[in-house]
């Protein structure tokens, strides 16, 4: 073995970006194949970066030493990693914010629930990031793993388990103890109970959580995951964030089979440097700071508010009103508060790629809501349009991505050449950019015989849907879908948007029920996670498209716990995919917070795979 990590620029950080997975509201779903249109969050490889001058840079990437124990298993060290720097309590009493609370404005989460560890998807509770601590940190400032509770993570002799050594004299909230192995234990409980409907819960019950002593855990499992790391880490939020066991515990005796924990007036107590205070479903999220002396920062405001407003025209006045301090905006409502005196925080990389992905091209198996039906051609719809390549590759040509790149991102995007996968990582082949153009550029003339070889024509013409409705996390969406109709009106498509509800096509995506209709997707999942959710027939996709030779390469990527290997694996997962056209490349946008200058001094952040919101200690306040 490699070791988990290695050090250097030729290494990649684990990437991708931010709040809703690929238009997959509710993030990697293991059970349910949900085609939706809307955003999520996910995983880092070293990401292009925006200088000052303007040019891309790679990042550097903080990569933990390795060493190899007597019983031959690799350990990082991640105590060996320096993080950035963050807020002591010595800073934090020479300075007072000029806001007793910072008020974030994002649009309303699809998913609330006291218990998310159960219930919900990671990385959509992501405002209670500051709230609870993960076994496995990460540097803000580039992704990387460093110290959480866990002081060093290690890959077992078996190749497939993870043995954690966990950070001593931790305390929890509300005087429920010291943080301790039970805690790891109580956590994996929820996750994997009957009745879980958390999307990793598939993936956690394959582990059982073997206490070593009160600070040390193996979580063992005879599945090699290349996922299990990251989703110990602060990459999945409310994946496996430590709650206490002995709050839950009292909160409604979890541990009796069949018993449901009162979680109605407050959640369980992590080790944050923030405690729960109140919320208001699909209104706020109120937290403040907890008193406890933080084993890696302090707190800079005494309160924190995440306030849910779906309407952008509504955040914009809320901000130059002062009523809200920070949030997120479509480019000309960007532009609008910058010109009334708001600034902007622009994420170290280029974070959220966009792309289009066809639906339901997907192998004739047993899923979780598809019983296989014994078709002729081995997949769901033998008459899908989408099943010839020259279909496929016909759609990328017809986009004219100049253009969509000045109007919806200003110029500032960086065109994605291979779905999923980060320019600047060590996997990446040059060859992919260098055949870009020829395969996927701007190219009608190419586009219209790429059709007529398939066999349409004025009188047969190809007829999609495009998915038109609006989205979180995607704030350009509607807008680019009337735009990319009417490239492909320009070929010859007989293209119309669709715009039933998100909660109709869903339904109709978890049986594979769409054959000729196009989805919008924004991703920050990390790669390896990625194409097992939207391409690998392994569990239920999310919608993406499946084939024979891609599922192969994406299975033997998989045969690995150990991250780094994985990632090695994806080189040949991408010269597989790239031919096939498994998407419609677009960009990699920019993540931008629009902030009042009056109250906010700056907020760096890498934003991948994180969120917007992750690294709140980031934020820098105006002191007084």
């Keep these: ?110 998913v609330e629930s006291n218990n998310p560890w159960k219930l919900e998807s990671p990385r959509g509770p992501y405002f209670m990031n500051a709230m609870y601590d993960s076994l496995i940190a990460v540097d803000p400032l580039d992704g990387s793993f460093i110290p959480g509770l866990a002081e060093s993570f290690s890959v077992e002799p078996d190749g497939t388990s993870i043995r ?11 005087g429920n103890g010291e943080f301790t192995a039970a805690d790891v234990v109580a956590t994996h409980l929820q996750q994997t109970r009957e009745d879980a409907a958390h999307t990793h819960r598939s993936q956690y019950r394959q582990v059982t959580p073997e206490v070593i002593s009160d600070y040390e855990v193996v979580l063992r499992t005879d599945q090699p995951n290349p996922e299990l790391v ?126 289009m992905f066809v639906n339901n091209h997907n192998f004739d198996k047993d899923y979780f809501s598809y019983e296989a039906s014994g ?26 991505r100049d253009e969509i790149n000045e109007v919806y991102y200003g110029g500032e995007g960086t065109e994605a050449h291979n779905p999923h996968l980060i320019p600047t990582a060590s996997y990446w082949n040059p060859e992919w950019d260098r055949n870009f153009e020829s395969e996927y550029g701007y190219d009608p003339v190419a586009a219209r015989q790429l059709l007529a070889d398939a066999g349409y024509n004025e009188n047969n013409p190809l007829e999609l849907l495009i998915d038109g409705t609006p989205s979180s996390g995607v704030a350009e969406k509607a807008d680019q879908a009337e735009t990319v109709l009417g490239y492909f009106s320009e070929i010859g498509i007989k293209a119309q948007l669709d715009q039933r509800d998100a909660a109709t096509t869903r339904a109709i995506g978890r049986v594979f029920g769409h054959t000729n209709r196009i989805t919008f997707m924004t991703s ?3 790669e390896t996670q990625a194409f097992r959710v939207h391409h690998h027939s392994g569990t239920t996709p999310r919608g993406g498209p499946e084939f024979r030779g891609l599922d192969e390469a994406i299975t033997q990527q998989r045969s690995t716990v150990d991250p780094v290997l994985a990632l090695d694996g994806l080189r040949n997962v991408g010269d597989v995919s790239f031919p096939l056209h498994i998407a419609i490349p677009m960009f990699w946008a920019p993540d931008d917070i629009v902030y009042n200058p009056d109250i906010v001094q700056s907020y760096d952040r890498s934003g991948v795979p994180l969120g917007p919101w992750h690294s709140i200690q980031q934020i820098i306040p105006v002191y007084k």
Excluded at 15 to 32: E, H, I, N, R, Y
Excluded at 164 to 174: A, D, I, N, S, Y
């Design 524 to 526: 920050n999942i990390y």
């Design 164 to 174: 954690l050594k966990l950070r001593q004299g931790v305390e929890f909230h509300g």
């Design 230 to 355: 990251p989703n110990l880490s602060e990459r999945n939020v409310i994946s496996f964030e430590i709650l206490s066991g002995k709050d839950m515990t009292a909160l409604g005796g979890d541990e009796i089979p069949g018993e449901q924990p009162d979680l109605s007036s407050r959640l369980p107590a992590g080790t944050g440097p923030y405690e729960f205070v109140g919320r208001e479903q699909s209104v706020n999220f109120v937290m403040r700071a907890s008193g406890i002396d933080h084993w890696r920062y302090q707190p800079q405001f005494n309160e924190l508010e995440y306030r849910f407003i779906g309407e952008a025209s509504t955040k914009l006045a809320g901000l130059v009103t002062g009523e809200i301090h920070m949030s997120q905006f479509p480019q000309d409502l960007k532009e609008q508060a910058v010109s009334q005196g708001m600034a902007i925080a622009r994420s170290l990389t280029l974070a959220r790629e966009r792309a």
């Design 375 to 400: 078709t002729p051609c081995g997949f769901v719809h033998c008459s899908s349009v989408f099943s010839d390549v020259r279909v496929r590759k016909a759609l990328s040509k017809s986009i004219n």
């Design 1 to 110: 073995m490699s070791g988990l990590f290695r050090g250097g620029l030729a290494t990649t950080m684990l990437l991708l970006s931010m709040l809703l997975v690929f238009a997959a509201c509710g993030g990697d779903d293991d059970d349910s194949a949900a085609t939706t249109s809307g955003s999520t969050t996910t995983e880092p490889a070293a990401v292009p970066t925006v200088a000052d001058t303007g040019s891309i840079s790679a990042l550097p990437t903080a990569v933990p030493e390795q060493t190899t124990t007597d019983s031959g298993s690799t350990s990082t060290d991640t105590s060996s990693t320096t993080p950035a720097p963050e807020p002591t309590a010595a800073m934090m009493e020479e300075k007072e914010a000029v806001v007793e609370r910072l008020i974030i404005a994002d649009g309303p989460p699809s």
